[in-house]
């Protein structure tokens, strides 16, 4: 019988949840013993371990955050650190692990299979910015808050004619901005993957308010720079009426999406399955729908391609 740890780390996001109660269902499921680490690397190195068993899971599917808790471990960045974590994984009696978590917490997981203890890691983050999966656990669900957030904006823009500008998460990534600027209507979106002039978006709000259209939503990824900034620029080009709103933790909470619960669902299985047989360093990830796993390295050395066409086609419409 085999003994897993599983443990949440980095950015919570919504669908988490979902991921640990399918490890942990799985693992009793095919006989196995199931360790929760709480708060991520930092509680493992604390010792901050509890066993799970099938109704700790219950009455969580629909429920964002995680019962795991989550947190930043700059002490397992060191070697020192995660030989620490080993030791108390061992003490345990813990075969393998699964990290729910974005690349940093890949980026450990990956240093403890060198380390030579087998780890599988679930992509758990709103961002949308692992190069090897289409999606990861969160990203549905944000970009459906930030899309009802847009349309609320919308309401209050339009009956105020105002510029509203929208600053989203995402890191260096605008997967978040692009999809949910797309489905909120949005007259300009600004991602980190395509330069942009502030004059063109100026230029585009004249144009608009030449044709009568007073009121104009822009998305901005919080990886191009801040909103406050670019408002005052724009204010100071066009003397706009303007508005900024950053929508902040927001995005990373609520309720998961079907979609999330159900991919969570999927790759959590699969985690277990690839732990059960005997694999380490691997990834889960989808494509194409079909819930594949990777090795960790050339998941992590992979470069996101940004969705151009999508992109384009969003100007097109919000002309
Ligand atoms: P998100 O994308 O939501 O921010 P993340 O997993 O990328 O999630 P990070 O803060 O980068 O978040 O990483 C989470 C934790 O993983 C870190 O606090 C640290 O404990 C561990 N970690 C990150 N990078 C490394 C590394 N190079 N070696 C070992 N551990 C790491």
Request: glycine share 12%.
């Amino acid at each position: 019988m085999k003994t897993i740890g599983i443990l949440t780390s980095g950015g919570d996001a919504p669908g988490m949840n979902a991921a640990i109660r399918a490890v942990v269902r799985s693992a009793i499921y095919y006989g196995c013993k199931v360790y929760g680490i709480n708060r991520g690397y930092k509680g493992l190195l604390e010792e901050d371990l509890v066993e799970m068993n099938l109704s700790s899971v219950g009455d969580i599917i629909h429920r964002g955050g995680t019962i795991l808790k989550s947190s930043r471990c700059e002490e397992f960045k060191t070697q020192e650190g995660r030989l620490k974590g080993v030791k108390v994984l061992k003490k345990y009696k813990i075969d393998c692990l699964v990290v729910i978590g974005g690349d940093g917490s890949f980026n450990g997981a990956q240093k403890l299979s060198e380390l030579g203890f087998p780890a599988i890691g679930i992509p758990g983050t709103i961002d949308n910015d692992l190069a090897y999966t289409d999606y990861t656990i969160g990203f549905d669900t944000a970009m459906n808050t930030v899309a009802d957030a847009i349309s609320k904006i919308r309401d209050t823009s339009s009956s105020h004619e105002r510029v509203n500008i929208v600053e989203v998460m995402g890191r260096h990534c605008g997967d978040l901005a692009l999809y949910s600027g797309l489905a909120g209507g949005a007259e300009t979106i600004i991602v980190p993957e395509v330069d942009f002039k502030v004059e063109d978006i100026c230029n585009r709000l004249k144009t608009t308010q030449k044709r009568g259209k007073r009121h104009s939503i822009i998305v901005l990824a919080e990886g191009v720079g801040n909103a406050n900034d670019l408002g005052k620029e724009i204010i100071k080009i066009t003397g706009a009426d303007l508005r900024v709103t950053v929508l902040g933790h927001v995005q990373r909470g609520g309720c998961p999406s079907v979609f999330d619960r159900i991919l969570a669902s999927r790759m959590g299985v699969r985690a277990v399955e690839l732990l059960l047989d005997g694999k380490s360093a691997k990834v889960v990830g989808v494509k194409d729908n079909k819930i594949i796993d990777m090795d960790i390295n050339e998941a992590l050395s992979m470069t996101r391609s940004f969705d151009k066409e999508t992109y384009e086609m969003a100007k097109i419409l919000s002309i």
